[in-house]
C-alpha cells in the first residue's frame, strides 16, 4: 500500500510532517482551483480534507480540472475523493454536496479545520465564503484573476489584513476570457504552496 509519509520521509523531517498531517484543510470548490489545490496537497503529505462542491463532473472540465472521461456525470466531490485515495488511500475525507448560501454558514462548516481554501469559479460565491471565513480568524487563502493565457508573472500573491491571502492578477476574468489548465495550474499550485508554508510556520 501506497505510504506518502514514507516517501516524504526523503523531504521532510517528522516533526514537520506531524505539522502536515494534523493539519485540517477546508477546500471550498473542486472545479478547476479546488480540484488541482487538493491533489497537489495530499502529494505534500496532508491527509485530513473536507471537500465542498454542489457540481458534476462535465466533459468541459477535463481541460484543467482533476478528472477523468469516465468520471463526466459524477458528483465533483465523489469523483475527486476517488482520485486522491489513489495517491493515498489513508486520507481522512469529509465531503459536502452543496452550495454555500449565507456567509453565516461558513464558521459551522469550518470549525474543526485550522485553513481555509476558496476555490470557487463566480464572484458571488467566493464574496460569500471570503466574507464568512475571514471572521473566524483562520488563515484564508482565495483567488482572483486567473483566465486566459500567458503573463503568469502576473498571477502573484497579496496580502489582505490579518488572514486573508489572494492570488492571482485581480483582472483576468472567464466571462473575458477561457479558464485555461496553465494559468488555473499556476494560480492553484501558488494557493496549495500558500497552504504547505502556513502549515509549517
Do not use: W
Amino acid at each position: 500500500m501506497n505510504n506518502m509519509r514514507d516517501i516524504l520521509k526523503k523531504y521532510f523531517i517528522d516533526d514537520d510532517l506531524d505539522k502536515i498531517e494534523n493539519t485540517h484543510l477546508f477546500i471550498a470548490g473542486c472545479g478547476g482551483l479546488g480540484s488541482n489545490i487538493a491533489h497537489m496537497l495530499v502529494r505534500s503529505g496532508f491527509v485530513k480534507f473536507t471537500l465542498l462542491d454542489h457540481d458534476t463532473v462535465e466533459e468541459s472540465n477535463l481541460n484543467r480540472q482533476f478528472y477523468f472521461p469516465d468520471q463526466v456525470g459524477v458528483k465533483k466531490t465523489q469523483a475527486l475523493a476517488e482520485n486522491l485515495t489513489r495517491l493515498n488511500p489513508g486520507l481522512e475525507l469529509t465531503l459536502i454536496n452543496g452550495r454555500l448560501d449565507s456567509p453565516y454558514e461558513v464558521a459551522a462548516l469550518t470549525e474543526d479545520c485550522d485553513i481555509l481554501v476558496e476555490a470557487f469559479d463566480r464572484p458571488e460565491s467566493k464574496a460569500v465564503f471570503v466574507s464568512g471565513a475571514v471572521p473566524t480568524g483562520k488563515p484564508v487563502i482565495s483567488a482572483s484573476g486567473i483566465a486566459g493565457y500567458g503573463d503568469t508573472d502576473d498571477i502573484i500573491v497579496r496580502k489582505r489584513g490579518a488572514n486573508l491571502y489572494l492570488v492571482g492578477d485581480g483582472k483576468s476574468d472567464v466571462s473575458d476570457m477561457p479558464p485555461l489548465s496553465p494559468r488555473v495550474n499556476v494560480a492553484a499550485a501558488k494557493q496549495a504552496d500558500l497552504v504547505l508554508a502556513i502549515a509549517l510556520a
